[in-house]
């Protein structure tokens, strides 16, 4: 039952990296075709409008629909209709004039800006998602993210592929954000029509509600979302935007959107692991179960945070110029200083997940705030005399400093770093993976980009299948772990990574034999 249980709960939230990687994907896609057919000049502007638009929508509207949809779901859970009803009408209020002040910001902003009607677009895009996100916090409560999580997912990807449409047939900066608008709309109104099937048998007469403890908890919501949005996102092009030009913009948000996607990858499904973890350990109710959980979901992390780092390191400057052209040859050089920044980002972002999920939340602040500024400080102070390299060396301070604290935390699980023998052995994965690589790419630099980043890739993909089957990237009973979690169709992906004989013979075993014992 515990594995079941393990195994439903990591399925249902893949539906969440799905919904975090492929508007990814899309967005590298506009990324390049706004490169390619509008310039670096625009593409930077571009860059910073998404960047700012994102950061004033999270901190008013997305902090206000995780506070309200927490809050909705306990009520729910307790069985208390007019709590529920109170903060079904106060969530509304709340996020009407939440969108409202994110439009004016925003239009605000860019008022005193070329192309402000781009930035107008942006803040309408706000107002329509904050609209959207209230009838979409009563779900969640109800249903959970399975109930909005495809729906975003379609109006994202929706959104980027009508603006490289637009950008294609000639349209220019703002005919992307008014194709945003319209996926926008969309999802809006489809929220609002499955909302309003519940409302029959959920309208209650609303209960007392005391407002200082919602307001707190969205305070924390709003400051968490903050230090995120500085430390994991992109806060160096604001001070680019400010003191450099709109290439350098594009160069290093090029970069960023390289890096982003590659990471987000592993990221996620370390994230989407976790409830599943914790599910498991909580219902053993035993601490020691937990943190064996946890012990080899670590060494999954960092196995993840090698591979993609070596991949990132070899195949990155030639992914640039072969996707955005040799104006963004710049952009090929810093990819692999922020690539090995995120080595450890998978491990962070589990220790991260795991503070939250105990109720921890200092751990995640103090370190967020500290690494916040880190980084701001010295984007402050190297950008306007050294511009780009003094972004990246921002960033880069920035992310090992999170890194650092949330290692540091993790002396409070016993064993969870694994052994220095370990730790080697994915260091000479990293150096054979990207040397394999980086060789394969400099050999075939004659016969043109797009060869040579076919060929590295062959290379890449060809050691890491032959050193997974040979010495194995995990442990056997790592595999096992992993056995009990993946559906099905995904654990032929097992043969890669602990040994293809290993493999086959946990497959020949009794399914219940193949339900680990935990160890701390």
């Given at each position: 039952m515990a594995a079941l249980s393990r195994r439903t709960a990591f399925a249902g939230a893949l539906w969440n990296v799905a919904a975090m990687v492929f508007p990814l994907v899309s967005t590298l896609l506009l990324s390049v075709v706004i490169g390619r057919h509008l310039g670096s000049a625009v593409l930077g502007e571009q860059s910073v409008i998404a960047y700012l638009g994102g950061l004033v929508g999270t901190l008013v509207v997305m902090a206000a629909t995780n506070c309200t949809t927490q809050v909705l779901a306990a009520a729910a859970g307790a069985d208390d209709p007019g709590r529920f009803a109170s903060v079904a009408r106060l969530t509304r209020r709340v996020h009407l004039v939440g969108g409202l002040?994110?439009?004016?910001?925003?239009?605000?902003?860019?008022?005193?800006?070329?192309?402000?009607?781009?930035?107008?677009?942006?803040?309408?895009?706000?107002?329509?998602?904050?609209?959207?996100?209230?009838?979409?916090?009563?779900?969640?409560?109800?249903?959970?993210?399975?109930?909005?999580?495809?729906?975003?997912?379609?109006?994202q990807i929706a959104g980027t592929l009508l603006g490289v449409g637009a950008v294609l047939l000639g349209g220019g900066l703002p005919a992307v954000f008014a194709?945003?608008?319209?996926?926008?709309?969309?999802?809006?109104?489809?929220?609002?029509?499955?909302?309003?099937?519940?409302?029959?048998?959920?309208?209650?007469?609303?209960?007392?509600?005391?407002?200082?403890p919602l307001a707190r908890l969205w305070s924390l919501f709003a400051l968490g979302a903050l230090l995120t949005q500085?430390?994991?996102?992109?806060?160096?092009?604001?001070?680019?935007?400010?003191?450099?030009?709109?290439?350098?913009?594009?160069?290093?948000?090029?970069?960023?959107?390289?890096?982003?996607?590659?990471?987000?990858?592993?990221?996620?499904?370390?994230?989407?692991?976790?409830?599943?973890?914790?599910?498991?350990?909580?219902?053993?109710?035993?601490?020691?179960?937990?943190?064996?959980?946890?012990?080899?979901?670590?060494?999954?992390?960092?196995?993840?945070?090698?591979?993609?780092?070596?991949g990132l390191v070899a195949l990155g400057p030639?992914?640039?110029?072969?996707?955005?052209?040799?104006?963004?040859?710049?952009?090929?050089?810093?990819?692999?200083?922020?690539?090995?920044?995120?080595?450890?980002?998978?491990?962070a972002v589990l220790l991260d997940v795991y503070w939250t999920a105990v109720n921890r939340l200092r751990v995640v602040l103090v370190t967020g705030a500290v690494s916040a500024v880190i980084?701001?400080?010295?984007?402050?102070?190297?950008?306007?005399s050294f511009g780009v390299p003094g972004a990246v060396a921002a960033n880069v301070a920035g992310q090992l400093a999170w890194l650092a604290g949330l290692l540091l935390s993790s002396r409070r699980i016993p064993g969870l770093l694994p052994p220095a023998a370990f730790l080697l052995r994915c260091v000479g994965v990293l150096v054979t993976l990207g040397g394999a690589a980086w060789g394969a790419t400099a050999l075939?630099?004659?016969?043109?980009?797009?060869?040579?980043?076919?060929?590295?890739?062959?290379?890449?993909?060809?050691?890491?299948?032959?050193?997974?089957?040979?010495?194995?990237?995990?442990?056997?009973?790592?595999?096992?772990?992993?056995?009990?979690l993946l559906p099905a169709f995904a654990r032929p992906a097992l043969d890669a990574m602990g040994g293809i004989a290993w493999a086959r013979s946990v497959r020949s075993r009794p399914a219940v034999e193949r339900v680990p014992a935990p160890t701390a």
């Open positions: 002040v994110a439009c004016a910001v925003l239009a605000t902003i860019g008022s005193g800006r070329d192309m402000a009607w781009a930035w107008v677009l942006i803040g309408l895009v706000s107002l329509i998602d904050a609209l959207g996100w209230a009838h979409a916090s009563r779900l969640i409560a109800l249903e959970g993210w399975r109930a909005v999580s495809p729906l975003r997912l379609v109006s194709a945003q608008v319209l996926s926008s709309t969309w999802l809006t109104l489809t929220l609002r029509r499955r909302d309003r099937r519940h409302r029959p048998g959920l309208d209650a007469a609303p209960g007392p509600l005391e407002l200082r500085v430390v994991n996102k992109r806060i160096e092009l604001v001070f680019l935007d400010a003191f450099s030009s709109a290439h350098d913009v594009a160069v290093y948000a090029v970069a960023f959107t390289v890096i982003s996607v590659a990471v987000t990858v592993p990221s996620s499904l370390v994230g989407a692991a976790q409830p599943a973890v914790t599910a498991a350990a909580g219902a053993a109710g035993s601490e020691a179960e937990l943190h064996g959980h946890l012990q080899r979901a670590a060494r999954l992390a960092i196995v993840a945070g090698f591979v993609f780092t070596a030639v992914l640039v110029t072969t996707l955005w052209g040799a104006q963004f040859a710049e952009t090929g050089r810093i990819v692999p200083w922020l690539a090995v920044a995120m080595l450890g980002t998978p491990l980084d701001v400080g010295l984007a402050a102070a190297l950008v306007p075939l630099a004659p016969a043109g980009p797009l060869v040579s980043l076919a060929g590295g890739g062959i290379a890449f993909l060809a050691v890491l299948a032959a050193l997974g089957r040979t010495v194995g990237l995990l442990t056997g009973p790592d595999i096992e772990w992993l056995d009990g």
